[in-house]
């Protein structure tokens, strides 16, 4: 059974900046999309990075150039390094892992952008 376990959540001033990760278990990490998803409160989640185990990333627009996303494959972990933070950002975020045809989820970090 794949486990995603995300961390690095916290509050930030706006401008500041945060890194999260996902470490994935019960996988070998050789074949994967590992995405980062964010639920502000009375939104709907939406998709905000992916990376394919070929290493081709995409972003939604609104972090494009601000968020980056990686994976280390030894570590099996996701990081999602994100900068230029503002109040707008404020939300959960979430690691989802499909991996042969599944869909896993970790159970999330906030990220808190306030003065």
């Known amino acids: 059974q794949v486990q995603l376990v995300e961390s690095g959540g916290g509050v930030v001033q706006p401008g500041g900046s945060l890194r999260l990760s996902c470490a994935a278990s019960?996988?070998?990490?050789?074949?994967?999309?590992m995405s980062w998803y964010r639920q502000a409160p009375g939104k709907q989640r939406e998709l905000v990075a992916t990376?394919?185990?070929?290493?081709?990333?995409n972003y939604l627009d609104d972090v494009k150039g601000r968020f980056i996303i990686w994976a280390d494959n030894a570590k099996r972990t996701v990081y999602l390094q994100m900068y230029s933070l503002q109040p707008e950002d404020t939300a959960r975020f979430y690691c989802?892992?499909?991996?042969?045809?599944?869909?896993?989820w970790g159970q999330g970090t906030q990220v808190t952008v306030s003065s």
């Open positions: 989802n892992a499909l991996i042969q045809g599944q869909h896993y």
């Open positions: 019960g996988t070998s990490f050789n074949s994967y999309v």
């Open positions: 990376i394919t185990s070929g290493d081709i990333t």
